[in-house]
């Protein structure tokens, strides 16, 4: 039989993930750009990953568009939510997990899985606490890049409590403890735990149960990833894909699809 | 209809929704020539008793039923800030900015040239033209032209107050004749006002407000949240003496005694109506059920406005009739195929309707289930029952009650699914529904969605965040069934 390949889309509102799958188990080609929807970011991630891998759209099977900008992904046969697609990806990489936490540029999700399958999820409310854009926001008044705060919070002797209700109230709370010539990794340290603590409310909605597997671009964050764990008194497990949990989702989900196509 | 079976679209209004629309529009109407005639109007919340103010034959109007309405005509934001600009905090509710606002004398209306008198139209406004083929008829851009006859003017704030003082003649004319046209845009003002806080507690302050605007007297039936599943004879005592208090004002401001004959009348509507309109959202059982459950937020206007009345019983009797007919012609007012049942927990977002049907649509997701239905359904015999009866209002019951109300009308309506309306203007109703989602999850096995909403501010909900909420629900839901199969 012929090699059945499938490409996933994740377009995200601050990056743009692609993915190729060799018969839904084996990644043979995966892209990313730090640009998301409405950009160009989109549009050269694919272009990107045909480059890289010197294959074309005719030769996939199906595309899968997933993430905030699936809707408008026109190369894509069709579209899936970012909630499967990530509970889908997460269970390939971990397959006793069964709680995922993805902390996107915008939202942050909890999804509770059985058998593989998505049962329930929690997504946080219309508010940037908690979310990437919430480290964005701090990293910029601290002077650091997103990428250092994981190395700096690890310098932390003691934590500094910052609000998690509110990203502009906590913006004035780091500026205030700068003000007062407070260490910024103990700073960091207390943003992270503000971050983890409004994903733990999230998560506690839903049940906690082990596995647990922390996926999108704040899972390279080691100091997210530890003061979550500590929230949650669960250990978080991270992939170095974690970037691409969604966009290989929504590739094995094309997979799975294109084969009940071919059937038919 | 076989169970299963495809349903086919009806279109345009049945008798039975044409009857209803026309209970709403008379209740308004007669307030309105009521008050031309000198008699008292008053302002009521939904869950007052309405029996009371019947017995005295007092028309009374909604504020929550009009907030709803100038919500939903995409007014809400001018009045909810109107009202954020007189001193009201934005975390109020958005039915009672809406209502402050109005209450202060703020309105809705067209902008008009002064010279001329002319309105001046919205280019933005109106529907696609069409030519006699039914083609969309283009211009020179290329983009779709606006028919003139559906285009709208521009809207602003006015003040009904500033208006009234103007002298009499031409230009006062023209600026009432700017008001916007909708019944909820012409309300009469109060004379006196009911408030029962069984719906919640923002009401009291609320119409605390209204009667010191207007220095009218205020009726207030004070009903404490319910710990318990019962109401025990304390409560029906404690109620029941506010009544009797309620009765001797409404004496004072109609200058009449109480009718008890009209009273009876008033409650034997009021079981009519309930038991009809039971039935009506019983229909939804049916699968496919033979119309889209958001059908019922728009009937609610009669169970709030009118349910005392006979009309509206008779109304609601007729509806039965056509989802009868609608069973034995395999139609739905349901204008897509039902792929999976959910239920809507919450009240709907007024003012983003279009937005909130969308993705319902794109995935086949019927309402079959709202708590309306057990709420509104209740029958009395007497002021001591009707007491009881009033305690068990959606937001001050015991959470027991409130999810075994939910679960019952789950299982009985067959849902697939729950999708829950954190409404940011509804604190009581949305403050419980984390631990409700819970428990729906855990005794029925249906997977739940929240989003985050508003019933009149457009300003809260955001329509992108809405539509992977309802796809992640869809799929959670076929992954159920896949999972079943395997």
């Known amino acids: 039989m012929a090699d059945v390949f499938t490409l996933g889309i994740d377009i995200g509102s601050t990056a743009s993930k692609a993915v190729i799958l060799k018969n839904g188990e084996e990644i043979i080609g995966k892209s990313l750009l730090d640009v998301g929807t409405g950009t160009s970011g989109p549009e050269r991630v694919i272009r990107q990953i045909f480059e890289d891998t010197g294959m074309t759209k005719e030769q996939m099977a199906l595309i899968m568009g997933t993430g905030y900008g699936r809707n408008s992904i026109e190369i894509a046969d069709q579209n899936m939510s970012e909630l499967s697609c990530h509970a889908r990806g997460a269970y390939f990489l971990l397959p006793s997990v069964h709680t995922v936490i993805d902390i996107g540029g915008q939202d942050v999700k909890v999804i509770q899985i059985d058998n593989g399958a998505m049962v329930n999820f929690q997504m946080n409310d219309k508010c940037a606490a908690g979310t990437g854009r919430f480290l964005d926001v701090m990293a910029r008044v601290l002077e650091v890049e997103v990428s250092e705060l994981g190395d700096l919070a690890a310098q932390s002797t003691k934590r500094v409590g910052i609000s998690s209700t509110c990203t502009v109230f906590a913006e004035s709370e780091v500026i205030s403890q700068l003000a007062h010539g407070t260490k910024k990794s103990d700073i960091i340290n207390g943003v992270h735990h503000s971050v983890a603590a409004r994903v733990t409310g999230l998560a506690h909605r839903v049940g906690i149960r082990d596995d647990v597997m922390m996926t999108g671009g704040v899972a390279q964050n080691k100091g997210v990833v530890s003061a979550l764990e500590e929230e949650l008194g669960h250990i978080v497990h991270t992939t170095p894909l974690t970037q691409y949990v969604g966009a290989l989702g929504a590739a094995l989900f094309a997979y799975q699809k294109a084969l009940v196509k071919a059937k038919q | ?486």
């Open chain 2, 1 to 486: 209809m076989a169970e299963n079976e495809k349903a086919k679209v009806k279109k345009g209004p049945s008798p039975g929704v044409l009857a209803l629309r026309k209970v709403v529009d008379d209740v308004y109407e007669e307030a309105r020539q009521a008050k031309k005639r000198g008699e008292p109007v008053g302002w009521s919340s939904s869950k007052f008793p309405c029996e009371l103010a019947a017995a005295f034959g007092l028309h009374v109007v909604y504020p929550e039923n009009q907030a709803a309405g100038i919500a939903a005509n995409r007014n809400g934001e001018m009045l909810c800030q109107a009202a954020e600009d007189l001193g009201y905090d934005n975390d109020i509710c958005g039915y009672a900015r809406i209502s402050l606002a109005y209450s202060a004398g703020y309105r809705v209306g067209r902008k008009y040239d002064h010279e001329t008198g002319e309105f001046i139209i919205n280019p933005a406004s109106g529907k696609p033209l069409k030519d006699e083929n039914g083609q969309v008829v283009l211009d020179e851009n290329g983009n779709p032209k606006k028919d003139p006859k559906t285009q709208q003017p521009f809207e602003e704030l006015v003040n009904i107050n500033d208006i009234e003082a103007m002298p009499e003649g031409e230009e006062k004319e023209r600026a009432l004749n700017a008001l916007k046209p909708i019944r909820q845009n012409l309300m009469p003002a109060p004379d006196f006002v009911l408030c029962c806080n069984n719906i919640c507690n923002c009401m009291t302050k609320w119409y605390e407000n209204i009667a010191r605007m207007h220095n009218i007297p205020l009726v207030m039936i004070d009903i404490p949240y319910n710990n318990d599943v019962d109401v025990d004879d304390s409560k029906v005592k404690y109620v029941r003496a506010q009544f009797d208090a309620a009765i001797h004002q409404l004496e004072k401001i109609s200058g009449r005694k109480f009718d008890e004959k009209k009273f009876e009348e008033a409650c034997a509507n009021a079981n009519r109506t309930a038991k009809a309109w039971l039935k009506v959202c019983d229909y939804l059982q049916y699968k496919p059920s033979p119309m889209s459950g958001f059908d019922l937020f728009n009937h609610m206007a009669d169970v709030v406005t009118a349910r005392a009345k006979v009309e509206t019983a008779e109304a609601f009797e007729l509806l039965e009739k056509d989802l009868e007919e609608n069973i034995k012609n395999g139609t739905s007012t349901l204008p897509f195929e039902e792929k999976k049942r959910v239920m809507f927990e919450g009240i709907p977002c007024w003012p983003k309707l279009p937005a909130l049907f969308k993705p319902l649509k794109e995935n086949g997701i019927n309402v079959t289930a709202v708590v309306y239905a057990p709420a509104f359904g209740f029958v009395f015999d007497g002021l001591d029952e009707m007491a009881k009866a009033y305690y068990k209002a959606p937001n001050s019951v015991c959470i027991e009650q409130g999810v075994a109300w939910r679960e019952g009308i789950c299982r009985d309506n067959k849902v697939d699914g729950v999708l829950v309306h954190y409404n940011r203007s509804c604190k009581p109703w949305s403050g419980y529904m984390a631990e409700m989602q819970r428990r729906f999850t855990r005794d029925l096995g249906v997977p739940c969605a929240g989003f985050d909403g508003d019933q009149a501010d457009p300003r809260n909900f955001n329509a992108a965040q809405y539509e992977t909420r309802v796809q992640g629900l869809m799929e959670a839901m076929e992954a159920k069934d896949l999972a079943k199969e395997a």
